[in-house]
């Protein structure tokens, strides 16, 4: 959506960038005065064409305490705008709305409960900045952690992001286990993980965590059908409504052609 520029924004510095595939990285902003955010929401971000700003969402992969804001990012083929913001690198500046929005994780994760985390591919970037935050606490204050099940869907291996980090986070923080599914392993021989859409296999990896009613909460980010289709299994397992909390990043029925994640 094209706004005219005003004090609803500030300019965010590029001061990384970082290619996973041809059309999925991520970058790193300083913006020029402070942010603060909650782990779970998301910032508004945009560039000028002419006298306007063409804008988005896009969630915050960084942890609240870091000194730069994170976002992973899907260039859309004919998209608005991320043809225009996959153009940028470092030095280059963007304009940032001084707010961040969203109350996707605004009650965090309860440490007794199980939480299933479910993602595809840039929809990793919530549960990231809360797992970010998590590790920072558990190594500085110690204390009981939520038990987290974070299940990723993408295509290929290449386009998860932050599989090393994820790794490392369940080998750091107990009770954390991440599986990384891939939808088209004909393409991966070397792949030895998960195979299938995450809504393909959520029931079996819920099933074993332990998620069921009253016992925690299950929180579905990124694409439409893996929304609607986890919603579904998920009110079939038994449980409600308000165990079940989405952030959905395009309408439904609304991808581009050749998109299967
Ligand atoms: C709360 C929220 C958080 C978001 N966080 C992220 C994020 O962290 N990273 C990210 O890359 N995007 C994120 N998005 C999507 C982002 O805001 C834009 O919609 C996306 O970058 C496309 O913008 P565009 O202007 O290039 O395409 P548009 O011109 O807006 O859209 C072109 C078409 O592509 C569809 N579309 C949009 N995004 C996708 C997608 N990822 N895959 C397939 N089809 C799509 C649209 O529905 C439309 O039909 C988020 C959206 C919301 C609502």
């Known amino acids: 959506m094209p706004v005219l520029v005003d004090d609803r924004y500030q300019k965010g510095l590029i001061v990384a960038r970082r290619d996973f595939t041809k059309d999925l990285w991520s970058i790193r902003i300083r913006p020029s005065d402070p942010f603060p955010f909650r782990a779970g929401q998301y910032a508004t971000l945009g560039v000028e064409l002419e006298d306007r700003v063409l804008e988005r969402p896009y969630s915050i992969v960084s942890a609240p305490e870091e000194p730069e804001l994170e976002l992973f990012i899907e260039l859309i083929p ?25 109350l996707f994780l605004r009650q965090p994760p309860a440490a007794d409960l199980i939480h299933l985390f479910c993602a595809t591919v840039t929809g990793v970037a919530p549960f990231a900045s809360f797992l970010r935050q998590l590790v920072r606490r558990s190594q500085s204050e110690g204390g009981a952690v939520p038990r987290i099940l974070l299940l990723q869907g993408a ?107």
């Not at 004919?78 to 969203?102: C, D, M, N, S």
């Not at 009770?175 to 004909?186: A, D, E, K, N």
């Open 155 to 261: 295509s290929h291996a290449d386009e998860f992001g932050y599989l090393e980090e994820m790794e490392r986070m369940s080998r750091d923080l107990p009770g954390f286990r991440y599986v990384p599914t891939v939808s088209r392993p004909w393409d991966e021989p070397g792949w030895e993980g998960e195979v299938g859409r995450a809504e393909d296999v959520l029931r079996k990896h819920a099933d074993d965590f332990g998620v069921a009613p009253g016992q925690g909460m299950v929180y579905l980010c990124g694409h439409p059908g893996m929304i609607a289709g986890g919603r579904a299994l998920m009110r079939r397992r038994g449980l409600q409504d308000k165990e079940i909390l989405e952030e959905q990043y395009w309408p439904e029925g609304k991808e581009p052609t050749g998109s299967d994640t």
């Open 78 to 102: 004919g998209g608005a705008l991320t043809p225009h913001l996959h153009r940028l690198g470092e030095g280059q500046t963007v304009w940032l709305r001084r707010r961040p929005k969203g």
